[in-house]
Every structure is written in structure tokens, then in C-alpha cells.
């Protein structure tokens, strides 16, 4: 039950980050930031991107996907098609992975890596990305309101 919470969870977020990227009308403003919003709603698309890759695909789904995240931040102009396009992709691979696993397997220990503080289960670990995605998307949100 709680796999499949957070599965929809996942997922709703993650097509709330498709649709907040496809409404921005002008392409560019994706990119746009200024000293006060030092990061792009492009680059933040980016990192939670890279970030379900790595926390879900690889880590869960044994995936070979290799993070870059400098890159998350630093990369600039990816067309609109493109990130939709990857943020499509993500939510197949969360969703694949997340359809794989079985309610007992949210209390084994997350594998090869210890994120944050406060748990160490494949459940709180999926609870906070959850909240990380929703974080961003907040910022992403706010960023397309007053840019574009």
C-alpha cells in the first residue's frame, strides 16, 4: 500500500513537472535566472532528472544510467521537447521500478548509499525524494510565474 502511495505520489509530481515546463510560452525563459534565483527552472528540471535516475533507476532498478550533476546545473538551452522528452522517460523508469518492488521491500536498508540523515530504508528514502521532486517543483512553479 504505501509503495503504491508513493508510486502515485511520484508520478503526479512528476507529470505536474512535465505540464509547469510545457506551459512556459517563451522557450527561453526556462533558462532565465538572476541574482536572487540563482538556478533556472531548466537546470532544476535537470537535476531532479538526474537525481530519480540515480535514487530509483539506478540504485532500485539496477539501471546503468551514470549521474552527471555538475551537468544538472550547468547545461543551458536544452530545448523544451528535450526535457519534457527526459522528463518522460523518468516517469517510466520510477514507475517501472517502483511496479517491481513488493510492499516488504520499503523496510530493506537502501542500497550502496546513505543520502540523508534520519533513515537509511528504501521507504524513507522514497519519501524523501517524494519531497525533494516537490520542493523543486515548487521553485520550478514560482519560477515560470515570474519569468515567463
Not at 42 to 59: A, Q, R, S
Not at 81 to 96: A, F, K
Not at 102 to 116: A, R, S, T
Request: with cysteine; aromatic share 8%.
Amino acid at each position: 500500500m504505501l509503495k503504491d502511495s508513493l508510486n502515485s505520489l511520484l508520478l503526479r509530481d512528476l507529470n505536474r513537472l512535465k505540464s509547469e515546463i510545457e506551459q512556459y510560452r517563451n522557450e527561453q525563459n526556462i533558462w532565465r535566472f538572476e541574482k536572487d534565483i540563482a538556478n533556472s527552472a531548466g537546470n532544476l528540471c535537470l537535476h531532479l532528472i538526474g537525481n530519480l535516475k540515480t535514487f530509483i533507476g539506478k540504485e532500485l532498478g539496477n539501471s546503468d544510467y551514470i549521474r552527471n550533476r555538475d551537468l544538472e546545473f550547468s547545461l543551458k538551452n536544452i530545448p523544451k521537447s528535450e526535457l519534457i522528452s527526459q522528463v518522460e522517460e523518468t516517469i517510466h523508469i520510477v514507475n517501472t521500478t517502483l511496479n517491481g518492488l513488493e510492499d516488504y521491500d520499503l523496510e530493506m536498508e537502501y542500497p550502496n548509499v546513505k543520502v540523508v540523515e534520519g533513515g537509511s530504508s528504501v521507504g524513507f528514502m522514497l519519501i524523501h525524494l517524494s519531497l525533494h521532486l516537490s520542493y523543486h517543483l515548487g521553485q520550478i512553479n514560482y519560477h515560470r510565474r515570474f519569468f515567463d
